[in-house]
């Protein structure tokens, strides 16, 4: 496993998907430095060989994202926000996309390890475009790679959240999938161990009916169903007997026994299914060793043996398991006590992001819930493993304002819960304002400010900054002029030469056009890529 | 920036619905209606911008289309530049029918013959639904639209100078060599190069292709123009050229806007008077510096608060509404708010409010700013309202 691999965070065991209490340090607001940095971006370069030429939609950028940090991206549409994010997932489509070279070390490993021997790039004579070889094996390889860091790693929000999930499995399905693949054994475990012959189990769904049947307050009938939970030693399943028996659902006494009896039911086990568990859980234990093996290549930059041996284990394995249960319908009915664990834990998770009747969200498909109602989804699909990192490509921007003020309360509660750092990529610099503690500003694929947010809106440096934010109606300043940025982003095959936004600039001086501006620091953790200003460079 | 309220009106909307059918089964029978505006009433003055907010969903874009008549209505009336004894006798008349809804019986209410029947002769002479094809289509150049989608709303196949002299073919404006002429002063107008003019609508950005069609609701010199969600598609930094256009050419030309929008930020730089609308129906109005600074329906505080300010020192408190809006096929009962209000009392699920002005210019449809005599008189009503009310004044 991706994290077990180094002991900075400890692996959460058991218990409800979102139980770590990470205090935040004390001058968590103010832009001060904090934490160990987890992502740390090197001089990446991301370009799209295309027909018309070679598209530099990353230039060259650099910044590190702290632990429990948000580090907010800014910029016009066509700067690189979207590529960097993709970049770091590796999900850019190749072709025609490749990350030319740099580094992204995501607690020292390098995702980037061996991009160098995936393609071959050669200029044709005379024309401004280039041959691009790709082996395909090394890119499958590094894309398998991958899997050690999605997700519990990093992991992502998109832009649509009704186009980023699957239209045909129910919401819980895809939930599922995640904390099969995240935390399975610990489920498998729990389904193994659960006791439903134990002699208090009867008492207690006699208890829970009745109290059900009085509409006792929500409190005791949580109880109650914590007791069952206990009684059966299955922890996840008070959320099962909460829900099948809360005075709002069809609540006549009998109806809930017998609801509560067909559940606990399903939880004898039957010698087939427990096989069926058994070898589920081993696969999944091989798969999360092969990725801590990933992870170490990744580390360490040179190739594991070990993971040669791993492969095969997890291939034979799964011939074994397929020629067991490959008959019609048999694998479907042995999935079901897997199924009904994940759909509860689904609607735990589900419960974790405040949505209000979890059990019917969970169980509808994506088409038939509201855009605000799929990204809150989408947020607990992305926050079920528990990332280091959660990468947000405008997590907002198709909402309203007021489901965005609710998205975004959530996203800034479960960082602190969680203590995961966010880079949350906008164009709305007011959302940054809410929730960033640092923003990066990029223009045509390169970063020209980075700086904490109070010092960004107090004094921005970079006149690209200035314009943005002197562009921004404010419904507290009705008087003030908009102004706007003359022109607009410039075609990245043929950017200009120098500072990319020397065209625009207000205050462009001759040295603008001939070489492009270092990164400078300017003091505060304010640095700045602008000749209007003289800092020392910053040490790459 | 006030419009003065001597101003002509343009456009003055009264009781407008359009409900669409929910059809089922196999031979397609109606099952339902989708609310989309239900009942509303609103006037446009001449060269006065009037902001529509509201979630989406709540029928701003079905309501600006409606008005230019680019969807039918299901009832109401929009007349087209009423004389003011016109406007008073009108509004004296709808006080005498009282707003009941077309499905609506009411068979205890009398109805008022003689009022209707002046109403309908008011209609035939004034409103654009009993236009006939003919004398709408000369009244479609007087009221323009700009479409929210700069990528959806430009034929992919035409030049520019098809796009914007299109409207100007259509009405026989001029000769061609006026036409041709006038279509470069356009595009001069909304800052564009005469050079753009030879190129397909995909070799521009959004923005410029937002001019364009600004540029193509401008050819007719139009009285007034909707501007449906015309910058929510862009960049702030283009966002902000482009309502400096739409601001220089309103006070070149006269221009009455209808501006709808969802930023409320946006429609604070632009509007002259705000329209807050709630799944179909205008929950409050009021002219746009007494809304932002004393807006008093509790749906317009909680999207007021909730505008994130790019303001990294703030601290606000914040409303944070639950859930999200109800279905217009199915409104809730009473006032259509009353699922997610904070200040929710008991007679909100029981009695629909109506609009009533509680400051000059300023309506607002509440409860909470007294209830209407209508209302059942319980016990439990007038405590709720106590409560209320010592709420709003806390």
Known sequence: ?540 | MEGSLDDQTVLSVRNLRKYFPIKAGVFGGKVGDVRAVDGVSIDIRESETVGLVGESGCGKTTFGRTMLRLIEPTSGHVYYRPPADVMARLDALYGEIGSATPDDDAPERAVNVAAIQELDQIAKEYSLSRKKARQMRELRGKLQIVFQDPFGSLSPRMLVREIVGEPLEIHHSGSRAERRQRVADLMKEVGLNPEHLWRFPHEFSGGQRQRIGIARALALRPELVVLDEPTSALDVSVQAQILNILRKLQEEQRLSYLFISHHLSVVRAMAHRVVVMYLGQVVEQAPVDELFNRPLHPYTQALLSAIPLPDPTLNRERIILSGDVPSPANPPSGCRFHTRCPAVMPVCSKVEPHLQEQRPGHFVSCHLYGIPEEAPAETALSSGLEAATSDAAR
């Not at chain 1, 060259?60 to 970049?87: D, H, P, Q, Y």
């Not at chain 1, 998109?158 to 980023?164: T, Y």
């Not at chain 1, 069952?228 to 028996?245: G, V, W």
């Not at chain 1, 498909?365 to 926050?383: C, D, H, K, N, T």
Request: some cysteine; charged content about 25%.
């Open chain 1, 1 to 540: 496993m991706a994290v077990a691999a180094t002991p900075t965070t400890p692996l959460p065991e058991t218990g409800s998907p979102l139980p770590r209490q990470i205090v935040r340090p004390a001058g968590a607001s103010s832009g001060q430095p904090k934490g160990d940095v987890v992502l740390d971006i090197r001089n990446l370069k991301t370009y799209f060989y295309t027909y018309d030429g070679v598209v530099r939609a990353l230039d060259g950028i650099s910044f590190k994202v702290r632990k429990g940090e948000t580090l907010g991206i800014a910029g016009e549409t066509g700067c690189g926000k979207s590529v960097t994010v993709f970049s770091v997932m590796r999900l850019i489509p190749d072709p025609p996309g490749r990350i030319v070279s740099g580094k992204i070390l995501f607690r020292g490993a390098n995702l980037l390890w061996g991009i160098d021997r995936e393609a071959k790039v050669k200029p044709i004579k005379n024309t401004g475009r280039v041959k691009v070889t790709r082996r395909f094996r090394r890119i499958k390889a590094a894309n398998e790679r991958m899997s050690a860091i999605r997700g519990r790693g990093i992991s992502m929000i998109f832009q649509e959240p009704s186009q980023a999930m699957n239209p045909i499995f129910p919401v819980y399905d895809q939930i599922g999938e995640v904390l099969l693949l995240h935390r399975g054994p610990e489920l498998i475990d729990g389904l193994l161990g659960a006791t439903p012959e134990d002699p208090g189990v009867e008492p207690a769904i006699e208890a829970l009916a009745s109290a059900s049947a009085r509409n006792a307050p929500q409190s005791e009938i949580r109880e109650l169903a914590k007791a069952l939970a206990d009684a059966l030693h299955l922890p996840s399943f008070s959320i099962r007997a909460f829900h099948l028996s809360r005075p709002t659902s069809a609540s006549r006494n009998q109806d809930v026994r017998k609801a509560l009896h067909k559940e606990v039911r399903g939880l004898h086990l039957s010698a087939v299914e427990k096989g069926y568990l058994r070898n589920r859980k081993a696969l999944i234990l091989l798969e999360n060793d092969l990725r801590a093996t990933y992870f170490q290549e990744m580390q360490e930059g040179e190739l594991d043996r070990r993971g040669e041996r791993a492969t095969r284990n997890r291939m034979r394995l799964r011939r074994y398991s397929h020629l067991y249960f490959r008959f019609p319908g048999v694998t479907r009915r042995l999935e079901r006590p897997l199924r009904d664990e994940t759909l509860w834990r689904s609607v735990e998770i589900l419960e974790g992001v405040r949505i209000a009747n979890p059990v019917q969200i969970a169980k509808s498909y994506p088409f038939e819930l509201s855009g605000g109602m799929l990204q809150r989804v989408m947020i607990a699909m992305a926050l079920a493993p528990e990332p280091v990192i959660l990468m947000a490509d405008e997590p907002t921007t198709a909402l309203d304002v007021t489901v965005q003020a609710q998205i975004l309360g959530l996203m800034r509660d479960l960082k602190e819960r969680v203590g995961t750092s966010i880079v949350l990529i906008t164009h709305d610099l007011a959302v940054l304002a809410e929730v960033a503690d640092r923003v990066c500003i990029m223009y045509a694929g390169e970063i020209v400010e980075n700086a904490p947010i109070v010092r960004l809106f107090e004094s921005p440096l970079h006149p690209y900054t200035q314009g943005l934010l002197a562009s921004i109606p404010r419904f507290d300043r009705p008087d003030k002029r908009l102004e706007s940025i003359p022109g607009s982003v410039p075609n990245l095959i043929t950017p200009p030469t120098g500072c990319k936004f020397h065209p625009r600039c207000p205050f462009a001086m001759p040295i603008c056009k001939e070489s492009r501006p270092p990164m400078t620091d300017e003091g505060d953790e304010h640095s700045v890529a602008c000749f209007l200003y003289h800092g020392a460079p910053m040490v790459e």
